[in-house]
């Protein structure tokens, strides 16, 4: 009986998001370089869309990550120990990663920035770069949400000391200056869930809750229904689950940066600009994003979430 | 030959005070955990208004039995002289376990909550096994294992499901009996109570039964207190802290399955830091950290200390950015008023 | 105290029947060889007496018999089948109680538990059957009362206990729980003379009581009070082994002591 | 009265084996990392093809200088008995002091370091002053100080700055010649050497010199071994544990000056987690985690095998995901191969 | 011997002056009372030796001498002027040496450094100047061969000695750097009689050194072979403090066993 049990996964369908297997055909090799903490939904999205590039061009893909600025420097100066085609990295402490930067760019390394340092990534030397505007994201979401009669919303950031994610509640705050933001253990989402719950129970005047990850998102639901507030919700990135809550009308909308293009596209661009000597942009950035999820057009991207692409 | 030896004059014990009840009460470990908590929750209690109502209490009360279930295990282990730095991993291992078995070959939850305690199981006596059989610290072995589950939680979801975090098992079968059991939660008026306080209590109960009253117990202490001298008297010291890292596996299994099935999916990268909590909650409960002293009563006082501080801050509407310092000073301060008490209570210097 | 031992005591000894025998050990702590060559045999009802000088190896020779450390060379039998101890508790199960020189007592743990540790009185046989806790507070008082000990409350943690008192609360609960074997290492050593006195008569009743006794001592006085076989260790091997009838308490010092040394001690040292 | 006791015959060493020299070798403490180093370095070499340039050679001693400098603190204070959780944010307490204190009121850089060493050591200090008057293991106050850090650090840059990480300081005065001193390097055909990995090598040889021919070097090995015996012969105790403290403050500021001079910027949440590698290196490297027992040497390879190994992993190319898997059985493993190592060559059992 | 003592010992010591004197001294560990009212009296060139019976407080007492726990009550004198040590430090700065019944010896360091542990040999003042170590080695080696203790290798862990080769690490160790006053509490406990009767003259020649001894032992013919002033303890009070001169061995014994009982017991285990 029990291998009828439903809700399972869908036998036919064969999740297919492993990349790299025509590695190499292309000969080129490139390192992607985040500053992720393990195990984030959103970089993951980066990570596939990165793969399936390096599918899709031939090229191997040397992925690493570490959120501490100096530890991120080493790897891009490990990339260029390991004479890598080109480097993708992410710059989201533009000054830190300067010299790392020149180290590959004088190593005649071509490198792409994406994600974060739309501001720097010229400084710095890199050829292009592929994101949203963390602060921009922030901006626009305040808008929308001023727009909705927001006064007072609470900007959750689960990962202590972030700028990413510290620069997107200041693009809320700009937008709506009652903004009050809050720290929460993203590891533990009954730690989340309990802090959301005090934090409306002690001001009852919050309004709206802005969480910057798909799964605090999901959390911020469970408080928001316990504490009993009337707060409207909504959230930076997507899964599944996130999508399945907007269409359902318990989030509002997502501001969705896009980042399985961020990946895709860095890779891309590289293996263009190796192969071809293109530049995409017009020596401008390239923006994914800002892009918003909300009750009009969840129904087209709902599928997409469920391939962990968007 | 007969009873030789007079018994020694009982006059003798007028040089001794007998210690009053009171006294001896106050030699308890738990009893400067005790004395914190109240000035924190007076504290709070005057500081935050919104803290102030049942509500309130019993959203504290939720939090600190998550921290607090495992922290009892974790508290018999250090008692038992011995560290698990994998025991906050191991929540979501169990989680992700159950999870993901059940999803991928789309069976009965149950099976998959069992299996996965069994998992657990193996894991805590793998910690212990090697520990006792090669003799590094613990603190070394589980730091070790914490570093290999938190790959292998991240490796495996991964590669299972595509992503990093468990699909949704709400429409699986077995979720609404599993769900009874781990994570419901009933209400009293306007107050919701969530069955993972009981459960806690439970725990917290038989915990601390089994280290005043039982065989077992003594045991713990002993191996905890000076593992040389219980082997020599004949303390089946391997066994006992075996033993004791796979309460602490069961302990993490069951919050586990308690955050499994209140949130019906979980992320790869979860648990990673409060293994930290819970030694907190048990030293700040007058947990011995060198192993041998100790009480479970006091380690459920160090999980409600944890919880009300880190929610306390909230309701008392501070700085968000200086949440961790608030955080630490409140511990400086619980484990101050901890020890002064017990200087009050017992100038008593053990050794 | 005869009580106290013949109420434990294994009734089925027969004195004189050997109970535990060496032959030929030996044991090495990596490069050091602290003992070799060793034959010995404790007798029911017999109290078998070991001396030596500092580092000679008795320690090593009764942690060997009590299960502590495994030997190296040769074969330790007991009740006749040999045997090679995995942990003190195989020791224990086979009815032999150690006072260890060094490692005796869990200093945090009360004074009644510490008594019972490793043998605790429980109401059942499974794992989490209640201790009977009134009952192991009033045998440890009163056993150890027996030895002239009357420790301010039996609840205080034995670290905050004097050296001597330790000890005697080691001996009492070895003596409590030696059914058949009991060994001392250097037990009064830490003791005044009332209280070795006490010693030597539970030395004394354990033999009546059929036990075998191991009794290590540098005090060749006390040990010629009690013992029935003499065995002096040197450099980890036997110098002598003889009977209460072989030797004297003179040769005996002599051989401690060097003897001579002895005498010119006390007029060297004469004022 | 003359020398009447005559010495024992000396016939008694023919009993005792007279330990040749490879055998006083093999039981140093550092013995079995550097098995474990070689092991894993030729692992590497084998399985990474890009680990085999002599610039990634010198990529990963810098990797491992970063961490290795403050590890040496660490294990000294270790051998001495204590712990010390704050060592990774302190790094970067440091760094944002200098950062901040000079371009907010505009002064030279070398005012805001030589300031910023000056409130480290008063934290060290601190920590050491509150272990040994309170009584509290260190383990706990320095969490303690650890939490009201990384608020402080975060709170202090959010309210100074408004953002979480610091200004660019590269035009401050003072900053090229700071700079010189903490992080330069200099190139030696392709492969460039950061001065931080012969600052490293320095505090190495003091700190292994200190331990093994000083009479401090001795005061840390007792206070760790036994700090009871060790007060008892008139060693300072308090002192000898508040200057270790100290020391590992020091270094903390150090690497904290070497970060900001190399990147110029400093994020506010930096270093959490760190504390723990310095604390992987020590023991890795044959330190005893109860303390008295450990050196240098053996701490310096320790952090040499954790640089290697978790850049060896990207070297090889394997998935990320899987890093902390990777991680977790490599320390055991060199654990392990540490202790297989130390048992043949010694079986000597020390208590 | 007489050398190392000879060498170390304050060369402006008078006999009979004295070094340390306690008045009305009492120390209670929390609740427990373990000493009250003492007055004794440590002159230069006399042993004074402190008998009593398992936790009479004699540890206590010397613990208080040698600056390891503070009293609670009364003054302690040492030269004349009041003292209250706040750490054995300060007590060592004094001159006053002292072997620990329980507290001794870090287990994991070299026996020679824990010889010189606290008074290292170093080639100048400064913190970091370099250790002695050849220097040091030796002359542990050779102070050990006085006592007739060989160590395989004077670089082992102490922790790998006997119980009775720690003890004379430990005496050996006072010895040395005890330049005024010597104060040793059981130390002849873990020892054989030739051990035993090397310390007595330890003790005999640090008196003619003119250091002030203070000895602690159970054993009242220990005691009389050099002590000069006797103290019993009972329950943490003075039940006892003659002179050589107004008691003899007979007496002392007697105190300390109950002497009838000894008789008695020695009567008892005749066999
Ligand atoms: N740290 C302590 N805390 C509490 N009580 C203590 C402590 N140290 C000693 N005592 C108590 O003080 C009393 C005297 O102890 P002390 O060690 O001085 O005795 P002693 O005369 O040296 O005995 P012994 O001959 O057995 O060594 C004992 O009752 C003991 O239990
Ligand atoms: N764990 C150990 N590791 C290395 N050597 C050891 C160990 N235990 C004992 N030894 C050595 O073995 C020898 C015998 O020691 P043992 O403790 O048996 O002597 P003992 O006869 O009991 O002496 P004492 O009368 O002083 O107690 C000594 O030289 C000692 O240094
Ligand atoms: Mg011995
Ligand atoms: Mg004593």
């Not at chain 1, 994406?114 to 979401?141: K, V, W």
């Not at chain 1, 605090?216 to 689950?241: H, M």
């Not at chain 2, 919050?255 to 030694?279: C, P, S």
């Amino acid at each position: 009986a029990t291998a009828c049990s439903g809700g399972g996964r869908e036998k036919t369908e064969e999740s297919d998001t492993g990349g790299g297997n025509a590695a190499g055909s292309s000969g080129y090799t490139i390192a992607f370089i985040t500053h992720e903490t393990p195990g984030d939904t959103f970089w993951d999205k980066v990570k596939n869309g990165a793969n399936q590039a390096a599918k899709d061009t031939g090229v191997t893909l040397k992925y690493s990550n570490d959120p501490e600025a100096p530890k991120q420097a080493v790897l891009i100066q490990n990339a260029v120990d390991s004479k890598v085609s080109g480097i993708a990295t992410t710059l989201v402490t533009p000054d830190a990663l300067a010299g790392a930067v020149k180290a590959a760019t004088d190593a005649k390394i071509p490198v792409v920035g994406f994600n974060s340092g739309i501001n720097d990534y010229q400084r710095l030397g890199a050829l292009m770069y592929f994101g949203s505007d963390e602060t921009l994201a922030g901006t626009e979401a305040g808008k929308k949400l001023a727009e909705q009669g927001a006064k007072h919303p609470l900007c959750v950031i689960q990962q202590t000391g972030s700028v990413a994610l510290e620069a997107r509640c200041a693009g809320v705050k700009s937008s709506v200056p009652g903004t009050e933001n809050i720290q929460v253990n993203g590891a533990d989402d009954a730690a989340v869930t309990s802090t959301l719950q005090a934090k409306l129970a002690q001001d009852k005047s919050i309004d709206s809750i802005v969480t910057l990850g798909a799964p605090q998102a999901l959390d911020a639901i469970k408080a928001r229904q316990q504490a009993g507030s009337q707060a409207k919700l909504v959230t930076f990135d997507l899964n599944e689950q996130a999508a399945t809550e907007i269409k359902s009308g318990n989030i509002l909308f997502s501001i969705d940066q896009q980042p399985y293009v961020q990946g895709y596209m860095a890779v891309t661009s590289l293996y263009l600009n190796l192969k071809n000597g293109n530049d995409i942009g017009g020596g401008k950035a390239v923006l994914t994003g800002p892009s918003f999820v909300d009750s009009a057009n969840i129904d087209k991207i709902l599928p997409f979430t469920k391939n962990n692409t968007r | 030959m007969t009873q030789t030896v007079a018994p020694a004059p009982s006059s003798h014990s007028a040089d001794r005070v007998r210690p009053a009840l009171a006294s001896r009460l106050m030699a308890r470990p738990e009893i400067g955990a005790l004395v914190a908590a109240i000035i924190i929750f007076i504290f709070f209690l005057v500081l935050a208004p919104s803290f102030r109502s049942a509500e309130s209490f019993f959203t504290v009360l939720y939090q600190s039995s998550v921290i607090g279930i495992v922290a009892v295990g974790v508290g018999l282990l250090m008692i038992g002289g011995e560290f698990d730095l994998s025991s906050g991993v191991i929540v979501y291992t169990a989680g992700l376990f159950t999870s993901m078995f059940c999803w991928y070959y789309g069976v009965n939850l149950w099976i998959g909550a069992i299996l996965s305690l069994a998992f657990c199981l193996l894991l805590g006596f793998i910690n212990g096994y090697l520990v006792m059989k090669t003799g590094i610290p613990s603190f070394l072995i589980t730091l070790g294992t914490f570093f290999v589950l938190q790959g292998a939680n991240l490796g495996v979801t991964k590669l299972v499901t595509g992503t990093v975090s468990t699909p949704d098992i709400s429409n699986i079968d077995g979720f609404d009996s599993l769900g009874k059991i781990f994570a419901s939660s009933f209400k009293i008026g306007s107050v919701t109570i969530w069955t993972s306080v009981l459960w806690w209590i439970l725990f917290v109960a038989l915990a601390a039964w089994t280290l005043q009253r039982t065989r077992v117990g003594n045991w713990i202490f002993a191996v905890g207190g000076n593992p040389d001298s219980a082997r020599a008297v004949g303390v089946p010291v391997v066994r006992t802290k075996i033993g004791l890292f796979m309460v602490v596996s069961f302990l993490g299994w069951f919050v586990g399955m308690h955050q499994l099935f209140r949130f019906n999916t979980l992320q790869a990268g979860g648990g990673v830091g409060n293994e930290f909590l819970y030694i907190i909650a048990a030293v700040v409960g007058g947990t011995l950290l060198t192993g041998g002293f100790g009480n479970a009563i006091g380690v459920a006082i160090g999980a409600f200390i944890f919880g009300m501080t880190s929610l306390g801050i909230i309701y008392a509407g501070w700085d968000p950015n200086w949440f961790k310092a608030f955080l630490g000073v409140m511990l400086l301060l619980a484990v101050l008023v901890n020890l002064y008490v017990k200087r009050m209570s017992t100038r008593r210097k053990v050794g | 105290m005869t009580d106290t031992l013949a109420d434990h005591a294994d009734k089925g000894l027969h004195k004189g029947e050997p109970l535990v025998e060496m032959e030929g050990v030996g044991k090495s702590y990596g490069a050091i060889r602290a003992l070799r060559g060793i034959n010995l045999r404790v007798n029911a009802g017999e109290v078998t007496c070991v001396l030596g000088d500092n580092g000679a190896g008795k320690s090593t020779l009764i942690k060997i018999i009590s299960g502590l450390h495994p030997h190296n060379e040769g074969s330790l039998r007991v009740d006749g089948k040999e045997v090679n101890f995995a942990s003190p508790r195989e020791a224990l199960s086979h009815g032999i109680a150690t006072v260890y020189q060094d490692l005796a007592v869990v200093g945090l743990m009360e004074v009644w538990r510490n008594f019972f540790l490793g043998s605790e009185l429980t109401a059942g046989r499974y794992p989490l059957a209640g201790l009977k806790v009134k009952q192991m507070r009033e045998i440890a008082d009163t056993e150890l009362r027996k030895m002239g000990i009357v420790v301010k409350d039996i609840n205080q943690p034995i670290g905050t206990l004097s050296g001597g008192q330790r000890q005697c609360v080691a001996i009492a609960r070895a003596v409590y729980f030696g059914a058949r074997v009991l060994i001392l290492d250097e037990p009064t050593a830490a003791l005044g003379v009332k209280q070795s006195g006490v010693v030597l008569k539970y030395v004394a009743a354990a033999r009546d009581a059929g036990l075998g006794v191991v009794f290590i001592t540098h005090n060749p006085h006390h040990a010629y009070m009690v013992g029935d076989h003499f065995v002096i260790l040197k450099l980890g091997a036997t110098a002598l082994d003889k009977t209460r009838k072989e030797v004297g308490l003179d040769e005996l010092t002599q051989q401690m002591a060097g003897g001579d040394e002895l005498a010119e001690l006390s007029h060297e040292l004469k004022r």
